[in-house]
């Protein structure tokens, strides 16, 4: 995760003990920049850098571990750190699917479509579908478009659409964000364009 902040870490990395467990925080790619303060107008110091975090059982010899094979260390929390985005986005994508499948495709809605209509929805399920594929996955998501819904206007669909997308890209799907406000937010999101 790229973070900015006014301390520059100290350390390659750190590690917080809790009982048997242990948090292991990597810090890399450390840059520094002069801000303006917004507050007091004086210049600052900035410092850029990535955070990756690990979590695993506690052992003394952790620590020289690490050192001796930072790259190794550092490259597992990386891999951690994005297997846990990508099933963050597929976890959002999925419940995008379930409602869909519930809401617009179900076989009552299905059979009273034109062909047109099934292709534009098939079309939005498959890109929901390969979202993975993305060259930015999981850190950067361009999300198919919902097709029209045909009992409203044209533009009614298309509004409702434009502020769904919005509301998505709003989103902030960075480490910390749970599958509960995920599917709240979808739940929210959701009444909106059935509205």
């Not at 597992?76 to 994508?93: F, P, S």
């Not at 379930?98 to 495709?105: P, R």
Request: one cysteine or more; charged letters at 25%.
């Amino acid at each position: 995760m790229k973070i900015t902040s006014t301390v520059m870490p100290n350390k390659s990395f750190e590690i917080f003990k809790n009982n048997n467990k242990c948090t292991i925080i990597f810090y890399t790619n450390i840059t520094s920049d002069t801000i303006i303060d917004g507050i007091t107008g004086k210049s600052i110091t900035s410092y850029n850098y990535e955070k990756y975090e690990l979590e695993m059982n506690y052992k003394q010899t952790l620590s020289a571990q690490i050192e001796t094979n930072y790259s190794k260390w550092l490259q597992k929390a990386k891999n951690t750190e994005k297997d846990t985005e990508a099933q963050k986005v597929r976890n959002y994508r999925d419940n995008l699917l379930n409602a869909c499948d519930i809401k617009h495709c179900n076989p009552e809605k299905w059979t009273a479509m034109s062909d047109n209509e099934k292709l534009a929805w098939g079309t939005y399920k498959q890109a929901l579908r390969d979202i993975s594929m993305q060259d930015g996955f999981p850190y950067a998501v361009n999300w198919p478009i919902l097709p029209a819904d045909t009992k409203g206007k044209l533009s009614d669909a298309l509004t409702k659409q434009n502020k769904l997308q919005s509301d998505v890209n709003d989103m902030d799907l960075g480490v910390g964000l749970n599958t509960e406000l995920i599917n709240n937010r979808l739940s929210a999101l959701e009444s909106k364009i059935g509205g």
